[in-house]
Structure formats: structure tokens, C-alpha cells
């Protein structure tokens, strides 16, 4: 803290995670005497850079580039790049440092680390945004590879820009290196099931706690915050599972559909017109929409899923979804609930799964496509999606287990920490002081 004292968004993640694996340290002081905690929350590289570029009347701007490599003990350094103008240092960091015990939990062999520019990618042309990945690309390509840090997508970084990166990162090396990104083309390397995978995988998670409960998704309302990749599959999942998703959002707003949300026209508004969420209204005027977006978890719901961004569920919000009896609450998102809200629900014994756990699904999948391009193989969607439930099945257990075994039963926000926090300490402590 005293060291980076504004990087309100890393200290909240190092503290969540510290907090959670205290009972660890107790019984395991190797930890201490390998000095683990600070060898953690010091990256072990934070690249910034300027990223010069030309908008289409002439007007030359420039962003800061970002990519932090965290960890680098179970593999090469693996975390998506976010382009929003609300990114720096802070953001960064603490993307990155879950990311290290998102990927650990996996148990795929990928390191962690983020990155991304304080870019808004909202109202640029196209031609503006491949002119933008170029440039970002022209100097991020001299740090990363696929065996030193592969990057995929995150907020305002889709197939689109990915596709100008990679191509520029060919055109750079001079040769292809398809495992240098993942979330790419199916026609350049990219894997069947990437696209769906971070929201499929959180409601396969789902399901897991939900089989504890001794129930299903059947007839559950539902709440999706945001609409973007990790949003819109995880409302398909659900819905395909018979839930009943009323509600999802943009930075703008949130809108309301008791008939339950028409997917088709989220996907043709979001992912093909590129337009606003409350645009929704044009085609089912009986829906409602609400300026602020966070108001949203105001909607009475069975299970909650904020997959939209950080701190986005505040106290107050947690509350409110208390009062309404909400049964369950997973995190899509990175870091979507604040200290104070992850209280509240736990002090309500209400079911609660982290998003290191929930969304790992998305990385877990990128690790199988670096394993598809450099075996040269391609996997059927069948495939991908049974070892992707595979594989948050296992999440889930390993998290109910870890928390077992420190006697917090039931706490999967402990369960997860420590459970991803042993698999990279004992690494470190193997790979020795380097
Ligand atoms: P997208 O850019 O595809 O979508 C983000 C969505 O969240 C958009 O609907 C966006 O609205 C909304 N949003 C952004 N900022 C805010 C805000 N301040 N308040 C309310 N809504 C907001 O990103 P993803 O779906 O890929 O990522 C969403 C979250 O999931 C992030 O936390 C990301 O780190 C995490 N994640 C993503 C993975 C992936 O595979 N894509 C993997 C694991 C985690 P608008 O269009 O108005 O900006």
C-alpha cells in the first residue's frame, strides 16, 4: 500500500486473497520463509507504452499501452488485454494478479498476466480500431510469444481486434506463430467452443452448486449484468438450461423483460449492429429500460450473475438482492462484488462463487486451443465443451474441498483462494528463489 498507494483495485484483490488464506500460512510457514505474499504482489514485469495512432479525419491521438506478465511459475504468462478508458495501473494489476490463481485453478499449464490501453473503443470506425491494434501490436509484440505470454480477449478486445493483432503480430515476426494469441478465427488457429466457453463455463459452475443444493436451472429467474461476450453465453446456457433470464445491461443502462430476455435481438444489437442495449426497445416495446445500470440488481431474482465489470455490486446492492431472496450469486465478471458486498453475502449464508473460480472457463478453453495449435490438431465443439465441463466441475470440487479442509465448509470464495493460492506458492517454493 505504501509502495502504490492509488491501486485501489490491486489492493482489494491482494487483500481478498490474503484474507482468505491466513488459516494456510498458519500451517504451512514455509510460505513465510519463502517470502511468498511479496514475491506475489510484485509482478514480475510491468511493460507500459505509448500507443500513437491516426483517427480517420488526420488527427493523431495517443493511449498507454499495458501488458503486466504476474506469474510465471506453472507456465507462460496467459491473460486477456482490455481496451476501456477506465484502465490503468490498478486495473491492470489486479487483472492480472487474479488471473495467476484463475489459471492455477485450471490446473492447465499457464501462468497469469493482463494487459490492454486506456482506449475507448466506442464510436471509432473500423478502419480506426485495426490503425489502433496495429500500433498497439508494433511494440507489445517484442514481449510476448507462445511459449513466453500468450494474450486473448477481455472488455472492448473481441474477435475483431484480436484478428488485426494477430495480423500484425504476423507481419511483425515474419512467420506464424498461431499460439501467440487465443479467442482467434476458427480459419487462423482459433479454437471451436473459445467464443462460447467463459459464459458456458460459468453456468456449468452453476449447476454445480446448484446439484448441492438439490436443485436446477429450471424455471430460476435470472439476472445477466452487461452484454457482451461473457453476458450474452452465459444467458444462452441458462436459457437453454430452461431458466428464465428477465434482465441484462450495458454501461448505460439495464433493460427488463418479464417474457424473459429475446437473446436473438441481444446478439444481432451487440455483436453485429454494435448498438445500445436499451435499442432493444424497438423491437419488444413491452420490456423496460432504466438509465443507471447498476439498478439492475434491484430486479427480484433467484440467482444473480454480474458479468459485466468490477465493483459492480456495491453493499447497498447486496442488500437489496438479500431482501428479494436471491438464492445464489456466481461472479461472470473479474472482481464484479466489492469487499463489503462479498460480506453481506456470506453473512446471509448465501451461496456465493468468486470469479476466479466461475469464469475460468475461458482461459481453461484458451490452454486448449495453445494445446490444438501446437499439436496442429482441431477439436470438435463436442469435445471442447465436455473437457470444459470437465474442468469446472473439477473447479468446483477442488474449491469445496480446499475450504473443507481449512473448516470454512461452504465458503467457495476461501475454497477457491487457497485452493489456487497453494498450486502457484508450492510451485514457486519447487522452482526455488529465482
Ligand atoms: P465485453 O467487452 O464483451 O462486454 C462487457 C460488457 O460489460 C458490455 O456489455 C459493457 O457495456 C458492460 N460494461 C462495461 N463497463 C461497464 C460498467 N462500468 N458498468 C456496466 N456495464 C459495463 O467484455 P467481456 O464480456 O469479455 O468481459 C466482461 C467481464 O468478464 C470482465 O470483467 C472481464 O474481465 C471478464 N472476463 C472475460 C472473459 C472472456 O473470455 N471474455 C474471461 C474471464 C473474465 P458497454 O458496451 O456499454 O461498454
Given at each position: 500500500?505504501?509502495r502504490?498507494?492509488?491501486?485501489?483495485?490491486?489492493?482489494?484483490?491482494?487483500r481478498d486473497?490474503?484474507?482468505?488464506?491466513?488459516p494456510?500460512l498458519m500451517?504451512?510457514?514455509?510460505?513465510?520463509?519463502?517470502?511468498?505474499?511479496?514475491r506475489?504482489v510484485?509482478p514480475?514485469?510491468?511493460?507500459?507504452?505509448?500507443?500513437p495512432?491516426?483517427d480517420?479525419?488526420g488527427?493523431?491521438?495517443?493511449?498507454r499501452g499495458?501488458?503486466?506478465?504476474?506469474?510465471?511459475?506453472?507456465?507462460p504468462?496467459?491473460g486477456?488485454?482490455?481496451f476501456h478508458p477506465?484502465?490503468?495501473?490498478s486495473?491492470?494489476?489486479f487483472?492480472?494478479f487474479e488471473?495467476?490463481?484463475?489459471?492455477a485453478l485450471t490446473?492447465?499449464?499457464?501462468g497469469g498476466g493482463?494487459?490492454g490501453?486506456?482506449f475507448d473503443p466506442?464510436?471509432?470506425?473500423?478502419?480506426e480500431?485495426m490503425?489502433?491494434c496495429?500500433s498497439?501490436?508494433?511494440?507489445?509484440?517484442?514481449?510476448?510469444g507462445?511459449?513466453i505470454?500468450?494474450?486473448a480477449?477481455?472488455?472492448?478486445v473481441?474477435?475483431?481486434?484480436?484478428?488485426?493483432?494477430?495480423g500484425?503480430y504476423k507481419r511483425?515476426?515474419?512467420?506464424y506463430?498461431?499460439?501467440?494469441?487465443?479467442?482467434k478465427?476458427?480459419?487462423?488457429?482459433?479454437?471451436?467452443?473459445?467464443?462460447?466457453?467463459t459464459g458456458?463455463g460459468?453456468?456449468y459452475?452453476?449447476?454445480?452448486?446448484?446439484?448441492d443444493?438439490?436443485?436446477t436451472l429450471?424455471?430460476?429467474?435470472?439476472?445477466?449484468s452487461?452484454?457482451g461476450n461473457?453476458?450474452?453465453?452465459?444467458?444462452?446456457?441458462?436459457i437453454?438450461l430452461?431458466?428464465h433470464?428477465v434482465?441484462?445491461?450495458?454501461?448505460?443502462g439495464?433493460?427488463?423483460?418479464?417474457?424473459g430476455?429475446d437473446?436473438?435481438?441481444?446478439?444481432r444489437?451487440?455483436?453485429?449492429?454494435?448498438?445500445?442495449?436499451k435499442?432493444?426497445?424497438d423491437?419488444?416495446p413491452?420490456?423496460?429500460y432504466?438509465?443507471?445500470?447498476?439498478d439492475?440488481?434491484k430486479i427480484?431474482?433467484?440467482?444473480?450473475?454480474?458479468?459485466?465489470?468490477?465493483?459492480?455490486?456495491?453493499e447497498?446492492e447486496?442488500?437489496?438482492l438479500v431482501?428479494?431472496?436471491?438464492?445464489?450469486?456466481?461472479e461472470?465478471?473479474?472482481?464484479p462484488?466489492?469487499?463489503?458486498?462479498?460480506?453481506?453475502?456470506?453473512y446471509?449464508?448465501?451461496?456465493f462463487?468468486?470469479?476466479?473460480a466461475?469464469?475460468?472457463?475461458?482461459?481453461?478453453?484458451?490452454?486448449?486451443?495453445?494445446?490444438?495449435?501446437s499439436?496442429?490438431v482441431?477439436?470438435?465443439?463436442?469435445q471442447?465443451?465436455?473437457m470444459?465441463k470437465?474442468?469446472?466441475?473439477?473447479?468446483?470440487?477442488?474449491s469445496?474441498?480446499?475450504?473443507?479442509d481449512?473448516?470454512k465448509?461452504?465458503n467457495?470464495m476461501?475454497?477457491?483462494?487457497?485452493?489456487?493460492f497453494?498450486?502457484?506458492?508450492d510451485?514457486?517454493?519447487?522452482?526455488?528463489v529465482?
Amino acid at each position: 500500500v505504501s509502495r502504490d498507494p492509488y491501486e485501489k483495485e490491486f489492493h482489494q484483490a491482494v487483500r481478498d486473497l490474503f484474507v482468505s488464506i491466513r488459516p494456510v500460512l498458519m500451517k504451512n510457514t514455509d510460505y513465510i520463509k519463502y517470502n511468498i505474499l511479496e514475491r506475489l504482489v510484485e509482478p514480475e514485469r510491468l511493460i507500459t507504452f505509448s500507443v500513437p495512432w491516426m483517427d480517420d479525419k488526420g488527427v493523431v491521438h495517443v493511449n498507454r499501452g499495458y501488458r503486466v506478465q504476474t506469474n510465471s511459475a506453472i507456465g507462460p504468462y496467459k491473460g486477456g488485454l482490455r481496451f476501456h478508458p477506465s484502465v490503468n495501473t490498478s486495473i491492470i494489476k489486479f487483472l492480472g494478479f487474479e488471473q495467476t490463481f484463475k489459471n492455477a485453478l485450471t490446473s492447465q499449464p499457464i501462468g497469469g498476466g493482463k494487459g490492454g490501453a486506456d482506449f475507448d473503443p466506442k464510436g471509432k470506425s473500423d478502419a480506426e480500431i485495426m490503425r489502433f491494434c496495429q500500433s498497439y501490436m508494433t511494440e507489445l509484440h517484442k514481449y510476448i510469444g507462445p511459449d513466453i505470454d500468450v494474450p486473448a480477449g477481455d472488455i472492448g478486445v473481441g474477435p475483431r481486434e484480436i484478428g488485426y493483432l494477430f495480423g500484425q503480430y504476423k507481419r511483425l515476426r515474419g512467420k506464424y506463430e498461431a499460439g501467440v494469441l487465443t479467442g482467434k478465427g476458427l480459419h487462423y488457429g482459433g479454437s471451436i467452443g473459445r467464443k462460447e466457453a467463459t459464459g458456458y463455463g460459468v453456468i456449468y459452475f452453476v449447476q454445480e452448486m446448484l446439484k448441492d443444493l438439490g436443485e436446477t436451472l429450471k424455471d430460476k429467474t435470472v439476472v445477466v449484468s452487461g452484454s457482451g461476450n461473457v453476458a450474452i453465453h452465459t444467458m444462452e446456457k441458462a436459457i437453454e438450461l430452461g431458466a428464465h433470464v428477465v434482465a441484462c445491461s450495458d454501461s448505460n443502462g439495464y433493460i427488463y423483460d418479464e417474457n424473459g430476455i429475446d437473446l436473438a435481438t441481444v446478439k444481432r444489437l451487440k455483436e453485429v449492429e454494435r448498438r445500445r442495449i436499451k435499442d432493444y426497445l424497438d423491437e419488444h416495446p413491452h420490456a423496460t429500460y432504466k438509465e443507471k445500470c447498476t439498478d439492475i440488481w434491484k430486479i427480484p431474482c433467484d440467482i444473480a450473475l454480474p458479468c459485466a465489470t468490477q465493483n459492480e455490486i456495491d453493499e447497498k446492492e447486496a442488500k437489496r438482492l438479500v431482501e428479494n431472496k436471491v438464492m445464489l450469486v456466481a461472479e461472470g465478471a473479474n472482481m464484479p462484488s466489492t469487499t463489503e458486498a462479498i460480506g453481506v453475502f456470506l453473512y446471509h449464508n448465501i451461496p456465493f462463487a468468486p470469479a476466479k473460480a466461475v469464469n475460468a472457463g475461458g482461459v481453461a478453453v484458451s490452454a486448449l486451443e495453445m494445446a490444438q495449435n501446437s499439436s496442429r490438431v482441431t477439436w470438435s465443439f463436442e469435445q471442447v465443451d465436455n473437457m470444459l465441463k470437465e474442468i469446472m466441475k473439477n473447479i468446483y470440487h477442488d474449491s469445496v474441498t480446499a475450504a473443507k479442509d481449512y473448516h470454512k465448509p461452504g465458503n467457495l470464495m476461501v475454497g477457491a483462494n487457497i485452493a489456487g493460492f497453494t498450486r502457484v506458492a508450492d510451485t514457486m517454493i519447487d522452482l526455488g528463489v529465482i
